[in-house]
């Protein structure tokens, strides 16, 4: 391997001695096979060492690009290494749709989906609760397939490749739809909790967007369907005002990278995320974090990071608040809970950023925060092991699969450790 790779923003340079990117399922159970270590590499898009180790590094991009839908069933078969931005344009072209989507189409389907990323909606689960069954390449080089009908399915998908190298996975659709996007400006803050259902339910898919400098979020910006109706949005709406031009959710950034806005209707792959496939959205001269909480909380969650405005502030480009919907996949951060996802974007500075995320954790800690597993955090293992009811059980299930602990890395070791620990 010529040069070691880093992740997306450049944060992170992995250990591997070698990167693989096989051309056939074959291929990579070899690969995986003969393998001490390995792990698998997604798009980059994460900001810690989840997908690092010093052993084989096994990009799927390069195993065939398949796209099968069954109209029949309305599901769709996808290569795991495919970004969701290669493929959606298809579904809609034979009328079906995801439920969601996350602010990137550049991020790959199998890496979205083992760290649980989402897009936003009060009924909308995140990404991974589309999975109905999922292929992958376990540790001793074997390919096996998993469906909501395995008693494994529900600890595998949100799997932090800790099970195997997932190939292809089979996602549920939906009729397609239009979508038309709208931002608001200067949302005084105090709407949030004096008009929560109405401001997060305003419509399919709604995002707050605050850089802790005042007492009002920056940018409301509000998905709505076509199909089901409704006024057109107002000039003022709870003290806010409609955009009257485009808006990059980062202050000073180019528009230009943004999905359209100002009401025009388009397909939902085109509206859904925040920015276009044709362009990258930064130069990734970023770092990011997220925290998940009861949306029950989200009130007092917001008033206990107020306090610390000024220090988030400090080393901010922009916030996101967002809602995710309850499921049942063990390690997802919104298990069994209605969720809200508070979203920083941070500058590229480690070492300025790390003392604030541990403020943040402090004042979270009453809300039993979890963090995004692809992003940075600090909260400690036991503290962590303590917010998920079926934490003991991922880590016996990932035991099973990878006795040897041949997927693992330092990040697995740390957080999910031999279960005789545990006990």
């Not at 591997?16 to 291929?27: I, Y």
């Not at 096979?33 to 900001?47: K, W, Y």
């Not at 206990?304 to 049942?328: F, K, N």
Request: aromatic share 8%; charged share 20%; with cysteine.
């Amino acid at each position: 391997m010529t040069g070691q790779p880093t992740n997306w923003a450049g944060n992170i340079t992995f250990a591997a001695a070698r990167l693989h990117r096989p051309a056939s399922v074959a291929e990579l159970q070899a690969v995986v096979a003969a393998s001490d270590r390995v792990r698998p590499l997604g798009t980059g898009h994460s900001f810690n060492r989840i997908a690092d180790t010093s052993g084989d590094l096994v990009s799927v991009a390069g195993l065939p690009s398949t796209v099968e839908i069954d109209h029949g069933r309305s599901q769709v078969t996808v290569a795991a290494g495919l970004r969701y931005g290669e493929f959606v344009a298809r579904l809609h072209e034979a009328g079906f749709a995801l439920h969601n989507l996350g602010s990137l189409p550049h991020i790959s389907v199998a890496g979205a989906v083992a760290t649980a990323t989402h897009g936003s909606g009060l009924t909308n689960g995140n990404l991974a609760t589309a999975v109905a069954a999922l292929e992958l390449v376990t540790a001793d080089g074997e390919l096996r397939t998993l469906t909501r009908d395995d008693d494994d399915f529900p600890g595998a998908v949100v799997g932090l490749g800790a099970l195997g190298v997932v190939t292809r996975l089979t996602l549920d659709l939906v009729p397609t739809f239009e979508v038309s996007q709208y931002v608001h400006d200067n949302l005084p803050w105090h709407r949030i909790a004096s008009d929560q259902e109405e401001l997060l339910g305003a419509g399919y898919s709604v995002s707050l967007f605050t850089d802790w400098t005042g007492p009002r979020v920056n940018q409301v910006w509000v998905k709505r369907r076509t199909d089901v109706g409704g006024e057109p949005p107002q000039p003022r709406w709870l003290d806010a005002t409609l955009a009257d031009g485009p808006r990059h959710p980062v202050p000073g950034m180019s528009a230009v990278h943004c999905t359209e806005q100002l009401g025009v209707p388009g397909p939902w792959h085109a509206r859904l995320p925040h920015f276009r496939l044709e362009f990258t959205p930064s130069s990734g001269e970023e770092l990011q974090s997220e925290y998940f909480v009861d949306r029950r909380h989200l009130v007092e969650a917001l008033a206990a990071l107020e306090e610390i405005g000024d220090r988030i502030a400090a080393v901010l480009q922009i916030s996101e608040i967002r809602t995710v919907a309850a499921d049942e996949l063990w390690l997802s951060p919104a298990y069994r809970r209605d969720s809200v996802a508070l979203h920083f974007t941070w500058i590229a500075d480690t070492g300025a950023v790390l003392p604030v995320l541990d403020a943040i954790e402090q004042r979270l800690a009453p809300y039993d925060a979890r963090p995004h597993w692809g992003k940075l955090f600090g909260v400690p293992p036991e503290v962590l092991r303590e917010r998920y009811d079926r934490y003991a059980d991922f880590v016996a299930l990932a035991r099973r699969y990878d006795p040897t602990g041949k997927l693992r890395n330092d990040l697995l070791d740390t957080y999910f450790p031999d279960p005789r620990e545990l006990r």
